[in-house]
Structure formats: structure tokens, C-alpha cells
């Protein structure tokens, strides 16, 4: 019973945001097809930004 009340509950947070600044480097990498970017964030939406810069 409480397993069905903590997925309820889990179900009811909003989903979050994962912002990605990648360098040269590693954006190739498709980082949210990984099955551990995956598996782990499903209620996470990714972004890939290319600087910080554009924050402001």
C-alpha cells in the first residue's frame, strides 16, 4: 500500500529541467539517448546549450 501512495505522489511533482553545456568535445555525444540519462530522468526535459552566455 505505501508503495502505491509513493507513486502517486511521484506522479504529482512537476517535471525539471537538465541544462547541458557542452564543449567542443563531448558534444557529439547524443547524451540524452544514454541509457543512464534515460533511466534516471524521465520527468527531466534536457537542454543543450552551447554557452552560458545565452542565460542571460
Do not use: G, K
Request: charged content about 10%.
Amino acid at each position: 500500500m505505501n508503495s502505491s501512495s509513493s507513486s502517486s505522489s511521484s506522479n504529482s511533482r512537476p517535471s525539471q529541467n537538465l541544462l547541458l553545456f557542452l564543449d567542443n568535445h563531448l558534444h557529439i555525444f547524443p547524451w540524452e539517448q544514454l541509457h543512464c540519462m534515460t533511466s534516471l530522468f524521465r520527468r527531466i526535459v534536457v537542454y543543450r546549450l552551447p554557452s552560458v552566455l545565452l542565460l542571460d
